[in-house]
Nanobody
Framework: QVQLVESGGGLVQAGDSLRLSCVAS????????MGWFRQAPGKEREFVAS????????FYADSVKGRFTISRDNARDTVYLQMNSLKSEDTAVYYC?????????????????WGQGTQVSVSS
């Protein structure tokens, strides 16, 4: 079992930046692919970004390409999501997730472990 704890959300203005962090409870989580997903009120959960266990492969949703960057520090069991040029449409609860088996980078239903989420609100 892996526990994930997100932090770094908050209320910002459009154009601002935030960095989300996700800390895993187990060192073996460094072998897991990790992803960030988000869910806005009344909408389905959607893919934001994901990263392989080694960090050499990353994927992004088209809506965040060029603005968001996912990275990981396996020595600290931590995954980050740097979010720049935030827009009001980025407002959502952001979830960190880990996948322990065959990696499906963009499929939230394939991820095994989830954090509790952190709220990101962007005012226009």
């Amino acid at each position: 079992q892996v526990q994930l704890v997100e932090s770094g959300g908050g209320l910002v203005q459009a154009g601002d930046s935030l960095r989300l962090s996700c800390v895993a409870s187990r060192r073996t989580s460094s072998y897991y692919a990790m992803g960030w997903f988000r869910q806005a009120p009344g909408k389905e959960r959607e893919f934001v970004a994901s990263i392989s266990w080694s960090g050499d492969a990353t994927f992004y949703a088209d809506s965040v390409k060029g603005r968001f960057t996912i990275s990981r520090d396996n020595a600290r069991d931590t995954v980050y999501l740097q979010m720049n040029s935030l827009k009001s449409e980025d407002t959502a609860v952001y979830y960190c997730a880990a996948e322990s088996s065959t990696w499906h980078p963009m499929e939230w239903k394939e991820y095994d472990y989830w954090g509790q989420g952190t709220q990101v609100s962007v005012s226009s």
